[in-house]
Structure formats: C-alpha cells, structure tokens
C-alpha cells in the first residue's frame, strides 16, 4: 500500500522559493504580466516569457535578466491551445519541471456593447478567458502527475462586479472565477498537491490603455484609484508563495467593489450607471493613430516595447495596506477581536 500525504491546502501553509524555481507568466511582455517576471527574476528564478509581442518580450528578458534570473522568451498566442502546449514542453525542456504558472493574458474592447461584433467579443473571450483555460490544462498535465505545483490566476474585481464599456473584459474574468471556483474544488476532492489560487487586482496603470481596441470619444482609463504594476506583482508573489487560500485581494478599492456588490448590488448598478462612463475616460480626445493589439500585437515585430508601466504614473499608488491586509488576514482578525474584546470589557467597566 502506498503512503500519500495529507493535503496540503490549510492557509498557514506557504510554498518556499527555492533558487532557480521554473515560472512560466503568460502576459509576459507588458503591464502585470512583465512586472510579475521581473519580480520572480529578482530572486533568481527561471522564466519562461509567454506573449505575442517580440519586443515587449525581448525587453521583459532583459528585464529578468537584470534582476538575477534566467529567461526563456516564447512567442505565444494563449488563444492557440497548441502554442501554449509547445511553449510548456520548450520550458522543460530548457529548465526542467514548472513550479508555478501565472496566466495574466488577456486582451479587451472599450465599447458599448451594443457597438461590439461578434468576432471582437470572440476574440476577447478566447484569449482572455479560453487562454486562461488552456494554460491551466497544461499545467496540470504536467503538475498533477508530479503532485506539485502552484497555478495562480490573475484576476480582477471586475470578475465579481460587471462595470460598464467592459462587457467582454468582465464577461472573461466572471468566467475565469467560476472556472477556477470549480477547479479548486476539484483538488481539494482529490486530495491533491497541486495548488490553484487567484489574485483579485484593482485598477492597474498597464500599457494596456494605449493599444486596448477602444470606441470612447477620450483616452480610455483605469477607474481610479490606480495601482503600478510592481503592486500586482507582489500580490502573485504572495500568492505563489502561500497557494492555499482561494484568492487574494489588491488594493481598498477591490476589497471596497467586492463588498458593496455582495450588499446592495443594485444600488451598485446604478451608480456605475452615473459614473461609470466617465470614470474610463480622460478629457483628452483618444488617438486617432493609437495601435490596436486585439488582433496583432502592439509590441510586435518593428513595435515598440511598452514596457511595464501605462501613460498613468502621475495617478498611480506604489503601495496597498489593502494587500498586506489580505496577506494577514489572520492576524487582522485577530488583532481586531482583542481590540473588540478590550473595548467591551472598558464599556462594561464604565457602565459599572
């Protein structure tokens, strides 16, 4: 009779980053995706680039490589569930067996929907839900036979709160958290040591708002308050590190959407009916000469590499008590029971 171990799936329990740990970040060569590799490249890990755009790529591995890691840069299109298998077996083949595997990829639309096609709102839900999809299914052929591996999903507040203008976008990460809902569940059933967590982001200052297919009459914006990437990034380092809880939530304002949509989501509908709008939008007019990477990448071969940071800096918050908060959660609560409990026990003294 073989010997399996429990599960290890209680929170307390944290993966240690071991020198030349094997990271695959899908969504590497921009925004989350490029600060996320370049973290893990600062402590020395090995990874495997994957994105559509060559330059963004080539500057995302220098940018591993400055910190002290080791890249692998792989031209992939996640929407293509062949690609993505072929760059997982290059990755192994190369570094040996992945430890973790961040998806971030995703593409959008800035648009009413009523104005949306039918390919547009295709395209957007097989790269930035599909591509998701496919990424985890070979990860897991890989990680389950093993039974070892962390799988973290960057998701987004707006995986519970539907905002408007963003209908694929938030289409694609309701799907995304149903889908790893579902998975998670799964694991747990099977007793397994594979791990599957999400980290929920709020608005992050990405070049996404530079080349996202938009149909606003103004440059299209994060909703404030925005958040640099470098934030992001610790939060998915966090979570790689400590896979057991289900997900994780960056910045007050997703924890503030989260819960004033479990409370009064109507009330919520509403008020994006009034704000919502002009919330994603700047008072400049948009580009008329702004690339598009729907289709082709932005950074592509004779683009222009964006780099890890949007048009935003000015705006943009380098730090999120929400995070730590999130991260020590634990340890808030019980921080603030005491507190309640002292408080109580001074009212009942005062009372006497």
């Not at 999120?320 to 001074?346: I, K, R």
Request: charged letters at 15%.
């Amino acid at each position: 009779m073989s010997f399996r171990p429990a599960h290890r799936h209680t929170e307390e329990y944290s993966m240690p980053h071991k020198p030349g740990q094997v990271v695959v970040v899908t969504g590497a060569s921009g925004g989350i995706g490029r600060a996320t590799a370049k973290a893990f490249g600062a402590r020395g890990a090995r990874v495997a680039l994957l994105a559509r755009g060559e330059s963004g790529l080539a500057g995302a591995a220098a940018d591993v490589r400055a910190g002290g890691g080791v890249a692998l840069e792989i031209p992939t299109d996640v929407a293509d569930p062949d690609q993505v298998e072929a760059a997982a077996a290059l990755t192994e083949e190369t570094f040996g067996p992945i430890d973790v595997w961040v998806n971030v990829a995703f593409t959008s639309v800035f648009s009413p929907f009523a104005e949306i096609t039918a390919a547009e709102y295709k395209r957007v839900t097989e790269v930035s839900y599909l591509g998701y999809v496919y990424a985890t299914m070979t990860a897991l052929r890989r990680m389950r036979p093993r039974d070892t591996g962390t799988i973290v999903q960057v998701g987004s507040a707006l995986a519970y709160r539907g905002i408007p203008l963003q209908s694929a976008y938030c289409g694609a990460k309701h799907a995304i958290q149903g889908f790893h809902e579902s998975l998670r569940c799964e694991l747990l059933h099977d007793n397994s040591n594979v791990h599957v967590t999400m980290v929920q982001m709020p608005a992050v200052n990405t070049p996404q708002f530079s080349w996202v297919l938009s149909r606003l009459p103004n440059q299209a914006q994060p909703v404030p308050p925005i958040y640099q990437p470098e934030v992001a990034a610790r939060g998915v380092l966090y979570a790689a590190d400590h896979p057991a809880r289900r997900e994780y939530w960056v910045g007050a304002s997703t924890a503030g959407t989260l819960i004033a949509n479990a409370i009064a989501p109507g009330l919520l509908d509403r008020y994006l009916a009034r704000t919502g709008f002009a919330s994603q939008q700047t008072n400049r007019p948009r580009p008329p000469d702004a690339p598009v990477n729907l289709w082709e990448p932005a950074d592509g071969t004779g683009g222009r590499d964006f780099g890890s940071h949007g048009i935003f800096d000015k705006k943009s918050l380098r730090v999120s008590p929400q995070l730590w908060a999130s991260q020590h959660h634990g340890l808030l609560g019980a921080t603030t029971g005491v507190l309640a409990g002292a408080t109580a026990m001074a009212v009942a003294r005062v009372r006497r």
